[in-house]
């Protein structure tokens, strides 16, 4: 594959020096170069035979329990030893640079705020958070360490409880407030930013639409096109961590500052 170009488009680069209500939306593809497979790669090794889709629903955790939790135990330590990248990063240093910004993610890794993302709305939850399956009221982790040897381990919060990542899974509502967070930012946006998403999954993927109907421009990171990519102003061919942290240089020079 050529390697992406590298030169931002003049009307972009205009666009977004005006811009004063920016959302960015990210999917799987922004953790990428972080070493974490996207859902529509193929899962590696042992995971490689399961589908995501059936092992992240309450289907797949009522039909086997301890498959699940391991799936969500080898995730939670691939993100343990993983680190964000430059482009969660850029995404960071971009928000200090707009008068609004606002950032929605479809991840559950937690990389954007350990990149120094602050108000991040998590539309599918948080994979190093834990809750009871019954309640759904936290798990302490000093719990979880006494109980390491089970898969899952019991719920401390309800006798037929168990434990479960704290995420959406597939069938499941996201939390109301947090949606509709994001889809009051995205029809407020004058620019949205689309990173490593195939725009597949919903309600997120609704979002830049919302926002174009409001009057937003979008730009589409992706090395792929997708359906979000054929709706957007721009689409950047390539990695988010080759381009965010080119939208962010480009901000810095325009309001003379470096990122
Ligand atoms: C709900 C947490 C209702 C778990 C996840 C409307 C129409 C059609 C279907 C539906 C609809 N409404 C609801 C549905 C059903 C379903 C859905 O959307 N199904 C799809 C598959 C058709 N949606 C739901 O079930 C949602 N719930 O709507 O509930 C409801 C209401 C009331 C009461 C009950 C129910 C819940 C969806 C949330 C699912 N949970 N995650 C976990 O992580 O384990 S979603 C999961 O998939 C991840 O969060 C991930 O982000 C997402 C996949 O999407 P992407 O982020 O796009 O990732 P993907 O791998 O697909 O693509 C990666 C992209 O990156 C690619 O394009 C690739 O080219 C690109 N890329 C690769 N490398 C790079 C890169 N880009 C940039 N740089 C790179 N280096």
Same mark, same amino acid.
């Given at each position: 594959?050529?390697?992406?170009?590298?030169?931002?488009?003049?009307?972009?680069?205009?666009? @977004?020096?005006?811009?004063?209500?920016?959302?960015?939306?990210?999917?799987?593809?922004?953790?990428?170069?972080?070493?974490?497979?996207?859902?529509?790669?193929?899962?590696?090794?042992?995971?490689?035979?399961?589908?995501?889709?059936?092992?992240?629903?309450?289907?797949?955790?009522?039909?086997?329990?301890?498959?699940?939790?391991?799936?969500?135990?080898?995730?939670?330590?691939? %993100?343990?030893?993983?680190?964000?990248?430059?482009?969660?990063?850029?995404?960071?240093?971009?928000?200090?640079?707009?008068?609004?910004?606002?950032?929605?993610?479809?991840?559950?890794?937690?990389?954007?705020?350990?990149?120094? $993302?602050?108000?991040?709305?998590? @539309?599918?939850?948080?994979?190093?958070?834990? %809750?009871?399956?019954?309640?759904?009221? %936290?798990?302490?982790?000093?719990? @979880?360490?006494?109980?390491?040897?089970?898969?899952?381990? *019991? $719920? *401390?919060?309800?006798?037929?409880? @168990?434990?479960?990542?704290?995420?959406?899974?597939?069938?499941?509502?996201?939390?109301?407030?947090?949606?509709?967070?994001?889809?009051?930012?995205?029809?407020?946006?004058?620019?949205?930013?689309?990173?490593?998403?195939?725009?597949?999954?919903?309600?997120?993927?609704?979002?830049?639409?919302?926002?174009?109907?409001?009057?937003?421009?979008?730009?589409?990171?992706? *090395?792929?096109?997708?359906? %979000?990519?054929?709706?957007?102003?721009?689409?950047?061919?390539?990695?988010?961590?080759?381009?965010?942290?080119?939208?962010?240089?480009?901000?810095?020079?325009?309001?003379?500052?470096?990122?």
């Amino acid at each position: 594959m050529a390697p992406p170009a590298t030169a931002l488009p003049d009307d972009l680069v205009q666009t @977004l020096g005006q811009a004063k209500r920016v959302v960015a939306l990210t999917g799987a593809g922004v953790s990428a170069e972080s070493g974490i497979p996207t859902f529509r790669e193929a899962q590696r090794g042992l995971w490689a035979q399961f589908d995501p889709m059936a092992l992240a629903s309450p289907e797949g955790f009522a039909a086997d329990p301890a498959r699940v939790w391991d799936w969500y135990q080898w995730r939670r330590e691939l %993100i343990g030893n993983s680190l964000p990248n430059p482009g969660h990063h850029a995404l960071a240093e971009l928000a200090g640079m707009v008068d609004r910004f606002c950032l929605i993610t479809q991840n559950v890794d937690g990389f954007h705020q350990l990149a120094g $993302s602050t108000n991040v709305l998590e @539309l599918h939850g948080n994979i190093t958070r834990t %809750i009871c399956s019954r309640t759904r009221k %936290i798990v302490d982790p000093d719990w @979880l360490a006494r109980h390491a040897g089970q898969h899952p381990p *019991p $719920s *401390p919060h309800h006798p037929d409880g @168990l434990c479960r990542p704290d995420v959406v899974w597939f069938g499941e509502a996201l939390d109301e407030r947090v949606l509709s967070q994001a889809m009051q930012a995205a029809s407020q946006a004058d620019l949205m930013i689309v990173a490593g998403t195939a725009g597949a999954v919903y309600p997120a993927a609704g979002l830049p639409a919302l926002a174009a109907e409001h009057g937003a421009r979008t730009i589409d990171i992706n *090395p792929e096109a997708t359906a %979000i990519s054929r709706l957007a102003d721009w689409h950047l061919s390539g990695p988010s961590a080759h381009w965010l942290p080119r939208l962010a240089a480009a901000l810095a020079d325009q309001n003379g500052s470096s990122p």
